[in-house]
């Protein structure tokens, strides 16, 4: 009879490391109180209800906050991620903020590789959690790079841009989507006839869109897309490349693995200085100061709200505050930098003021 052969792992994970882990990622998700649905106070008269989902509120300020729980979670339960293991991620500034931010909890080293056109507030915040900013020219090489720099250190690559999708559990345990729909049920259209939401891993709308069919819900997902992402033209059947966005946190240079397009309803892309604008027309009817992604999905909320009015539909649109508008003091709160950029508001302002006011598009 042959011996068993017994071939012990080489560098067995301290599993009482990765349980210690787990309880401070958890410990921190129930010291968090779910983000607020918050109501928009369209103009009187209105059949169309509008609501903001305000991931801003989160420790970290943004919507990643979810997103790298889950994928520090999904790399340490699959023996990925172990005691003093180097952490690098590809991003555009705020996956990497809240990564790094679960990075000090566990007391890893953590490097976030981005565009050197990334905002400085962004910068600040990351370093300012104990993260290193490796800065390329290239937006595009910023895979390839956070590859190379986990190699060298013997680390691990999160990679949200292909783990998005599968690290959080799409079926529920308090996910975007099942927060949504609760926070939705007393409302006057509990059912909202459309969700919108930008798309930089494509986790966020993989996670509605799947949620929404496995529960019957009959809710519509609408992705909006920004100037230069490969999404849309993707999902237009135009190629699959970009020269990626300015619109921070959405829009790649590449169409993502974790985008899935066949939970998709319908894309809308919206220019550069449409998002900035509506960005901007939201604080100044509302009081709300969120980022350009966040302009992105009001200013295609605004244009499904009017669709429905003309249509006569009754019902309700709900999107995000993706983040803060004081991480972009330097670029898009900033005057000097539209200029440079060459971006006009001032037509797009009109779109959104005919649109909030008279619920009529002209855009």
Known sequence: ????????????????????????????????ADTHLRAVPLPRGWA?????????????????????????????????IGPGTTVTEASSGSTAISEAHMARLLGLPFIAVMSK?????????????????????????????????????????????TYAERATDWRGNNNIAESIFEQMSLERHPIPEWVVVG???????????????????????????????????????????????????????????????????????????????????????????AGASTGTNLYGALLLACEMRAAGRAGSIVTLVCDHAERYCETYECDDWLREHGLDLEPYERVLKQAWDDGVWTG
């Open 1 to 32: 009879m042959q011996p068993v052969t017994d071939v012990p792992t080489a560098s067995p994970i301290d599993r009482a490391w990765t349980q210690e882990a787990v309880r401070r990622l958890m410990a921190d998700a129930n010291r968090t």
């Open 48 to 80: 169309v209800d509008l609501y903001l989902k305000d991931e801003s509120t989160h420790p970290t300020g943004s919507l990643k906050h979810r997103l790298a729980r889950s994928l520090f979670l999904y790399a340490i339960c699959n023996g990925w």
């Open 199 to 289: 798309a930089g891993t494509g986790g966020t709308s993989a996670t509605i869109g799947r949620f929404a069919r496995y529960r019957g819900i009959d809710s519509r997902l609408a992705v909006v897309d920004p100037e230069g992402s490969a999404f849309l033209r993707s999902f237009a059947g135009q190629g699959t490349g970009g020269r990626g966005s300015r619109i921070e946190g959405i829009g790649r240079p590449r169409v993502e693995p974790s985008f899935n397009p066949a939970i998709v309803d319908r894309m809308l892309g919206v220019p550069d200085a449409a998002s900035i604008a509506a960005m901007r027309f939201l604080k100044r009817r509302t009081g709300i100061q």
């Open 117 to 161: 056109t990334t905002s400085p507030e962004k910068i600040s915040l990351i370093e300012s959690e104990g993260g290193v900013c490796h800065l390329v020219d290239d937006p595009a090489a910023v895979y390839d790079v956070a590859r190379q720099l986990a190699e060298d250190h013997h680390g691990h690559y999160m990679d949200q841009f």
